[in-house]
RNA sequence: GGCCCGUUCGUCUAGGGGUUAGGACGCAUCCCUUUCACGGAUGAAACACGGGUUCGAUUCCCGUACGGGCUACCA
């Protein structure tokens, strides 16, 4: 069997889109599953849309997900480069072998002929001009022009090479996702192959590259589909047929709501991001925050990723990187375009933050609780993440919720103290505030103990205290568990706020 | 407009000629709880439409509608 190898090649125009991220997702999950190679070929023939930082936020975007290559301009490779503009040659020398071989010809019209014929085809109820069988002699190029005229012109203008579509042929592919799609090569048209600055258009570069490196499945998304014909097309010029990879052609990844395909704007429309990591726009400066400023875990990521356009077939839907590798198959890729769901991507991150152990949130905790003076010594920090971790999606959310009880209490909920402050509850107060003073050290569950206890002696319903108690000490009319609250703080600082907040509900209330 | 691709709960999807059409997210209700969450339980919620084929179609075929992509010397 013939060696598995496929390719993420993106173009460096601008930061990797999270769809294309999945792209790589899918590549590599195939490559690993049937122990191949997965290759990263950098696509940047497109002088004007180039951008300077994009190739590197590629790179650390993959690898921050771990899809790590196995053959890239950065870890080489048999077939290096692996970036396509130092291939320059090699595409211009297989485009002048075309035009050899009479399947691709010289095109010498300027863009305002072309605009012209575009025009006129408009004029005469043609809604698209097509470059093909049908009108390439009315337009200037190798083939309506005498050898002397195409020589005098290729002396003194710029020009570029087409690929010559045969007139009438049906042109057939079989996607692995969709199966036979047939094609008429007059709907085609003759596609540009190397541009006039001597860049090959990515029909020529991938194509020529494909082969070149012996890649046996190109998985790419469906906006290439309708293309697909002409790289058919050019494997048979080039007599490459035998040696063509698979197709599977991805479903695309749409708006959360409304029409179109996700987009850079959904993400700041909604509030969700849409790059893996942020990206600052060259143009306007602003940074957009990707998946990893917002909070996500790779493994969430991964795992949300791979479940938008594909599913295991079973009920499972919390897969590692390596379960994912186990289940893959592109058989199970469905057809439809997918509508992004960040609902399901927090869900995925909520499982996986629980999964973290405590000292994966030491140090973001430590920097929050430090200022307030609290956990200098730093043993109570499983105490605070069992406090706040189930709650949280993310480790901002647990931070906010930390913060909230590390800051001193001093503008309680006007709302709860209103409404629940009273006599019994203020002697239910003072008493527990004696109480937590004598020791620093308490338990969450002696606290329960100690608190139920009093408060029986006191003849006090504990669900009139309990509200007025989370006030007093953090000032909030919700939260996590009180006790354990206490437990955190210590006995000295809890009874310290509770009397600080007795004072001040004093003069708020008049009780 | 032309060409190509698609269409199962709001969303991601399973299924497939005869099923109570299954799961997950989200939503609602209940339980747990001082509270907000977490967790648990329950519930509402879908085969786009019209023709065939067939004893029978959500499933196969054809249309229509709708959605998407492409239609550049961008990828």
Not at 177 to 193: P, Q
């Amino acid at each position: 069997m013939k060696e598995i190898r496929v390719r993420f090649a993106p173009s460096p125009t601008g930061s990797l889109h999270i769809g294309g991220v999945r792209t790589a997702l899918y590549n590599y999950l195939f490559a690993k599953k049937l122990n191949g190679k997965f290759i990263i070929r950098i696509e940047d023939t497109d002088q004007n849309r180039y951008v300077d930082k994009a190739e590197e936020y590629i790179y650390d975007s993959l690898r921050w997900l771990g899809l790590e290559a196995d053959e890239s301009v950065e870890k080489g490779g048999p077939f290096a480069p692996y970036k396509q503009s130092e291939r320059l040659d090699i595409y211009k020398k297989h485009a002048y072998d075309l035009v050899e071989k009479g399947w691709a010809y010289f095109a010498f019209d300027t863009a305002e002929d072309l605009e012209q014929a575009r025009e006129k085809s408009k004029e005469g109820g043609v809604s698209t001009f097509q470059y093909n069988a049908a009108t390439r002699m009315l337009m200037k190029n190798s083939l309506s022009l005498s050898p002397d005229e195409v020589e005098q012109l290729k002396q003194n203008q710029p020009f570029v090479i087409r690929l010559k579509v045969p007139k009438k042929e049906e042109i057939r592919l079989n996607d692995l996702i969709r199966g036979w799609v047939m094609v008429h090569s007059s709907t085609m048209d003759d596609k540009v192959l190397l541009k006039s600055d001597g860049m090959p258009t990515y029909h020529l570069a991938n194509v020529v590259d494909d082969y070149l490196m012996k890649i046996s499945h190109v998985i790419r998304g469906e906006e290439w589909l309708p293309s697909a014909p002409t790289h058919v097309l050019l494997y048979q010029a080039f007599g490459w047929q035998n040696e063509m990879p698979l197709f599977a052609h991805l479903p695309l990844l749409l708006k959360p709501e409304g029409d179109g395909k996700l987009s850079k704007r959904d993400g700041m429309l909604h509030g969700f991001p849409v790059f893996p990591l942020s990206w600052t726009d060259t143009e306007t400066g602003n940074v957009i925050s990707g998946f990893r400023e917002e909070g996500y875990l790779p493994e969430a990521l991964i795992n949300f990723l791979a479940f938008q356009g594909w599913n295991p077939g079973t009920e499972q839907e919390i897969f590692s990187i390596w379960e994912l590798i186990e289940a893959f198959s592109l058989e199970r890729i469905g057809k439809s375009g997918t509508r992004f769901d960040i609902q399901k991507a927090k869900w995925f991150n909520h499982y996986y933050l629980q999964q973290k152990p405590d000292v994966f949130f030491a140090e973001a905790i430590s920097k929050v609780l430090e200022p307030c003076g609290l956990w200098k010594e730093g043993k109570k920090l499983g105490a605070w993440v069992n406090l706040v971790k189930s709650r949280s999606s993310f480790v901002a959310d647990m931070l906010t919720e930390i913060r909230q009880i590390a800051t001193w209490p001093v503008a309680p909920d006007e709302e709860t103290l209103k409404s629940k402050w009273n006599e019994d509850a203020k002697r239910g107060l003072i008493a527990f505030s004696d109480l937590l003073a004598e020791r620093e050290d308490w338990s969450a569950e002696e606290l329960k103990f100690v608190f139920q206890s009093e408060m029986e002696k006191l003849g006090i319903k504990p669900g009139k205290v309990l509200p007025n108690l989370r006030m007093a000490l953090t000032g909030k009319a919700a939260g996590p568990d009180l006790m354990t609250i206490a437990e955190v703080l210590g006995g000295t600082i809890s009874a310290q706020r509770m009397r600080d907040s007795l004072q001040r509900f004093s003069l708020l209330t008049g009780i």
